[in-house]
């Protein structure tokens, strides 16, 4: 089975301009997530989508983020104008939808290293 | 509400010493905990997990055991490798809520030779 596929893997831009981010996540899962880890920190959740709905986009800031999972599977995160504090890697990840008592499992990407100069 | 809450890192130990790793939750309903770890310039993986109270998970010699009655899922190896030099996090989803997960802080082991 493959798995959560993101691209690119590394992005340098200067602030002010725009980047864009991809993930396909494995097949079947309903439930696509994007954090945001900071150097040494925990995955912050950014969006929550299922299928192609939003469930929680509480901590995107949205004057300048947006995503969009279009048809219900792959997704794209993008960031405009970048500021240097999103320097960050993104993450993505998938599961399964929930079912019964309990979570899912979530599986993640390898991430997008952005760095904001 | 729920959260994770980790013992503050980095731990170093030396190759085959005893590792434990201690993360408490707090969490409405019937949560299911979760351990991923993080290897350098990587995503999260997930390492183990346990669906109900006094279920055990276990995977590449560590464990952790869902301890309801101290709200607890500590992560232990008996004989620690360098190869284990990873991030911890330490996670759980309460189910509902559409399979929203609440991730701790994160613990940094350094394994020495």
């Known amino acids: 089975e493959a798995g959560v596929a993101q691209s690119p893997r590394y992005k340098i831009i200067e602030k002010r301009q725009s980047v864009a981010f991809w993930c396909n996540p494995i097949s079947g899962h309903a439930t696509l997530y994007w954090y945001q880890q900071i150097l040494g920190q925990g995955p912050k959740l950014l969006i929550q989508f299922q299928n192609n709905g939003v469930v929680d986009d509480s901590q995107l800031p949205k004057d300048r983020f947006s995503a969009e999972r279009l048809k219900g599977v792959d997704s794209t995160l993008k960031i405009q104008p970048a500021k240097l504090e999103d320097s960050a890697v993104y993450l993505c990840a998938s599961s399964q939808a929930p079912e019964g008592r309990g979570g899912r499992e979530q599986y993640f990407g390898p991430g997008t290293r952005l760095t904001v100069t | 509400g729920n959260s994770v809450t980790q013992m503050e890192g980095p731990v170093t130990l030396s190759e085959e010493a005893f590792l434990t790793i201690n993360c408490t939750y707090t969490?409405?309903?019937?949560?299911?905990l979760f351990w991923y770890v993080q290897y350098p310039g990587e995503g999260l993986q997930l390492l183990l997990k346990a669906t109900k109270a006094d279920d055990k998970g276990s995977n590449k010699g560590f464990e952790a055991t869902y301890r309801k009655e101290t709200t607890s899922f500590h992560l232990e190896k008996g004989s620690v490798q360098v190869s284990d030099s990873a991030v911890y996090f330490c996670a759980l989803s309460p189910g509902y809520n559409f399979n929203k997960f609440y991730f701790g802080s994160g613990t940094k082991l350094n394994v020495k030779p």
């Open positions: 969490a409405t309903g019937y949560p299911s």
